[in-house]
């Protein structure tokens, strides 16, 4: 579908669609979210099951906020795997944990991690809105906190009954959820700048850094595979992407093959797509380069996964929709990566990412600069070798993977939304400063 064909006021196209497409600016998606809930909320707010009208109460100056976390993805998914060290580093002083789960459990494991955390962790997947709406209301929820938006299988319409008293959209969805129900987006000055605010129904909540929590570095649990064990050649140059199929845009597939032109014996590592796989090597060889140099990686366990990410020697990003967890996956593994930032929050992420990991050089604004960039890198290996040695030896400290000092900064937001709230006033931009200060953390 070409994004000239699209009319993002028409309230039957799912805003998350609109996000990976070329040429839909963020204010046009800030339309689209709004209008299509709009028949949704109408039949909410004028039916037998209207949300009442609650008037929060709480103790004035309350040091420990009761916090909720609403998601169909505490289990292994790639939104509890990046959180699921933030929420352990939470200062139990500070805030008191809440999880609602409308997912059954996928048996893999992390569900019992994270229910380790929560102080009360209740599955609500099978309960209406309503229902649901109800048990927060009877926790007595100072901040509900949304991990889906408009992601598959959301429950972004339970937040219209208006459970908690602020309600904030964070990490599931890069954009605006164009409903007043959520006060604000928690977020970066990189992802969205001042410019932008205009683009969010909500208040933007900005952390010092990459909105994006990350664990610890740490060394992988399984030993890296030998590029043979991998399906990889013995020489030659590895481009990698791990995005999913659906990311890949013709103007991506075009950069990558002149890429593949341009740097000789040079391979493209992708994720294999049943769906997708035979169709990007027809379209290779329609841009002239052989098929065989498209090798697709299986699918493998999170710690197989993991473990062959420094076998790549460049990943590179897709636009407009960037990495975000695959992006941090490969500079937990010191892998760089290069990225086009668009004016989107979904276009910005891997710039943010690669900000708070201390390579911003790797940011470029244009397809040519990236094609550039990209192709200077894999053409000078000892300009290559030296950025990766370089960014191995401090990675461990840079801002992305500091997870303790990244809490604490998340708990000072949730401090200024409460405050705000007490004093009586909307929902405002907030901008924590950038503290002179990095944390230590275990490698």
């Given at each position: 579908?070409?994004?000239d064909?699209?009319?993002p006021a028409?309230a039957?196209?799912p805003?998350?669609l609109?996000?990976g497409?070329?040429?839909?600016?963020a204010?046009e998606?800030?339309?689209?979210?709004?209008r299509?809930?709009s028949?949704?909320?109408?039949a909410l707010?004028?039916?037998?099951e209207?949300?009442?009208?609650?008037?929060f109460?709480?103790?004035?100056g309350?040091?420990?906020?009761?916090?909720?976390?609403?998601?169909?993805?505490?289990?292994q998914?790639?939104?509890?795997?990046?959180?699921v060290?933030?929420?352990?580093?939470?200062?139990r002083?500070?805030?008191?944990?809440?999880?609602?789960?409308h997912?059954?459990?996928?048996g893999?494991?992390?569900?019992?991690?994270?229910m380790?955390?929560?102080?009360?962790f209740?599955?609500?997947h099978t309960?209406?809105?309503?229902?649901a709406a109800g048990?927060m209301?009877?926790?007595?929820?100072?901040i509900l906190v949304?991990?889906?938006?408009?992601?598959?299988?959301?429950r972004t319409l339970?937040l219209?009954h208006?459970?908690a008293p602020?309600?904030?959209?964070?990490?599931?969805?890069?954009?605006?959820?164009?409903?007043?129900?959520v006060d604000y987006?928690?977020?970066d000055?990189?992802?969205?700048?001042h410019?932008?605010?205009?683009?969010?129904?909500e208040?933007l909540?900005?952390?010092?850094?990459?909105?994006?929590?990350r664990?610890?570095?740490s060394h992988l649990r399984?030993?890296?595979p030998t590029r043979?064990?991998?399906?990889l050649?013995?020489q030659?140059f590895?481009?990698?992407?791990?995005?999913?199929?659906?990311?890949?845009?013709?103007?991506?597939?075009?950069?990558?093959?002149?890429l593949?032109?341009?740097?000789?014996?040079?391979?493209?590592?992708l994720?294999?797509d049943?769906?997708?796989?035979?169709n990007l090597?027809?379209?290779?060889?329609?841009?002239?380069?052989?098929?065989?140099?498209l090798?697709f990686?299986?699918?493998?366990?999170q710690?197989?996964?993991?473990?062959?990410?420094p076998?790549?020697?460049?990943?590179?990003d897709?636009?407009?929709?960037?990495a975000?967890?695959?992006?941090s996956?490969?500079?937990?593994?010191?892998?760089?990566?290069?990225?086009?930032?668009?004016a989107?929050?979904?276009?910005?992420v891997a710039?943010?990412?690669?900000q708070?990991?201390g390579?911003?050089?790797?940011?470029?604004?244009?397809?040519a600069?990236?094609?550039?960039?990209?192709?200077a890198?894999?053409?000078?290996p000892?300009r290559?070798?030296?950025?990766?040695?370089?960014?191995e030896a401090?990675r461990?400290?840079?801002?992305?993977f500091?997870?303790?000092?990244?809490?604490?900064?998340l708990?000072?937001l949730y401090?200024?939304?409460?405050a705000?709230?007490?004093?009586?006033l909307?929902p405002?931009?907030i901008?924590?400063p950038?503290?002179v200060?990095?944390?230590?953390t275990?490698?």
């Open positions: 579908m070409r994004a064909m699209v009319d028409a039957t196209w805003p998350f609109l996000l497409m070329p040429g839909i600016d204010a998606q800030r339309v689209c979210a709004t299509w809930l028949e949704r909320l109408s707010r004028t039916g037998p209207a949300p009442p009208a609650v008037q109460q709480g103790p004035p309350k040091a420990r906020l009761r916090v909720g976390y609403l998601s169909g993805d505490f289990q998914h790639a939104t509890a795997m990046l959180m060290e933030m929420l352990e580093a939470h200062d002083n500070r805030v008191e944990l809440y999880a609602y789960s997912a059954e459990d996928d893999k494991g992390m569900r019992q991690r994270l380790a955390v929560f102080d009360v209740r599955d609500i309960w209406d809105d309503s229902r048990q209301r009877d926790d007595q929820l100072d949304d991990l889906k938006g408009y992601t598959q299988g959301s339970l219209a208006r459970p602020i309600q904030v959209s964070f990490l599931g969805y890069p954009g605006t959820l164009g409903q007043d129900f987006l928690i977020s000055r990189f992802v969205t700048p410019a932008a605010a205009g683009d969010y129904q208040a909540a900005c952390m010092p850094h990459s909105y994006q929590p664990g610890r570095v399984q030993p890296v043979q064990a991998a399906g050649p013995a030659g590895v481009f990698a992407c791990f995005n999913q199929a659906w990311k890949l845009t013709p103007a991506v597939f075009d950069a990558w093959c002149e593949l032109r341009s740097v000789p014996d040079s391979v493209l590592w994720l294999d049943p769906q997708a796989s035979g090597r027809n379209e290779a060889l329609a841009r002239g380069v052989l098929p065989h140099r090798i990686a299986p699918d493998l366990s710690a197989e996964h993991l473990a062959r990410l076998l790549m020697d460049l990943m590179l897709t636009w407009p929709y960037n975000h967890t695959t992006a996956d490969a500079l937990s593994a010191g892998v760089p990566l290069v990225t086009l930032t668009g989107t929050f979904a276009s910005r710039g943010g990412l690669l708070a990991a390579l911003s050089t790797l940011i470029t604004y244009t397809s600069d990236y094609v550039a960039l990209a192709r890198l894999a053409l000078d000892p290559l070798q030296t950025l990766r040695r370089e960014f401090r461990h400290a840079a801002h992305l500091d997870v303790l000092a990244y809490t604490a900064d708990e000072a401090a200024q939304m409460w705000r709230h007490e004093a009586g909307p405002v931009a901008d924590l950038t503290p200060r990095m944390k230590k275990d490698a």
